[in-house]
């Protein structure tokens, strides 16, 4: 079974405009989730991560919502940008794995100009 | 800093034969992740290397095994391909305890 889900295979934003990119979760045990964006031909880059005792994290245009009540995460995008247009994947991993990220099937975001 | 390098970027082997695929991961980063990625499962862990040692395995075969070297370089091998080891076969590369992991370019292996 899928322990990270991304519901959503594709989204599309005009550029200038704010792309939310969602992630739902089932382990409880999970503490601390990652975004990578990932362009064809290329391994995933790492983007943004959270750890389970916080509920926001931002770091420039990106920010990270958690909800563990929820068991949900978003990537929030703003603004968003032509060059952001990639797939998108969550991530999680439990304390004592690092090493073993779980990750979503991603989302493929396109942002038009 | 140089990031993780994979080679090679492209193989083409038969049904029945083995591959090995290599890693060389970011400069002072000791523990290397490999991780296959297929467009019905999407990317799933393989397994981990720390030390010369395997610290985490996914759930695979006994035919993919992996290792690593004092200088941290990693190697998998797959033997008796299938059609279905078809991949994008990649590999990570992290500090010990931290969760970011860096990810190189990727071997594509195509299985005919």
């Known amino acids: 079974d899928q322990q990270v889900k991304q519901n959503s295979p594709s989204l599309s934003v005009q550029e200038g405009r704010i792309s939310i990119l969602n992630c739902d979760y089932t382990?409880?045990?999970?503490?601390?989730f990652l975004w990578y964006k990932k362009y064809p031909a290329e391994g995933p880059t790492f983007l943004i991560s959270?750890?389970?005792?916080?509920d926001k994290n931002e770091d420039g245009r990106f920010t990270v919502f958690l909800n563990k009540s929820a068991k949900h995460l978003s990537l929030h995008i703003v603004p968003s940008q032509p060059g952001d247009s990639a797939v998108y994947f969550c991530a999680a991993a439990t304390g004592g794995s690092q090493g073993n990220l779980i990750f979503g099937k991603g989302t493929k975001l396109s942002v038009k100009p | 800093k140089a990031g993780v390098t994979q080679t090679p970027r492209y193989l083409i082997k038969t049904r029945g034969q083995q591959v090995t695929l290599s890693c060389s991961p970011i400069s002072g980063h000791r523990s290397v992740s490999w991780y296959q990625q297929t467009p019905g499962q999407g990317l799933q862990f393989l397994f981990e290397?720390?030390?010369?040692?395997?610290?985490n395995k996914g759930n695979f075969p006994g035919r993919f095994s992996g290792r690593q070297f004092s200088n941290s370089r990693s190697e998998m091998n797959v033997s008796t391909l299938e059609l279905g080891d078809s991949a994008l076969y990649l590999c990570?590369?992290?500090?010990?305890?931290?969760?970011?992991?860096?990810f190189g370019p990727g071997t594509r292996l195509t299985v005919t």
């Open positions: 990570a590369s992290s500090q010990l305890g931290e969760y970011e992991q860096y």
């Open positions: 959270i750890s389970s005792i916080k």
């Open positions: 382990n409880s045990m999970f503490d601390y």
């Open positions: 290397y720390f030390s010369e040692t395997q610290r």
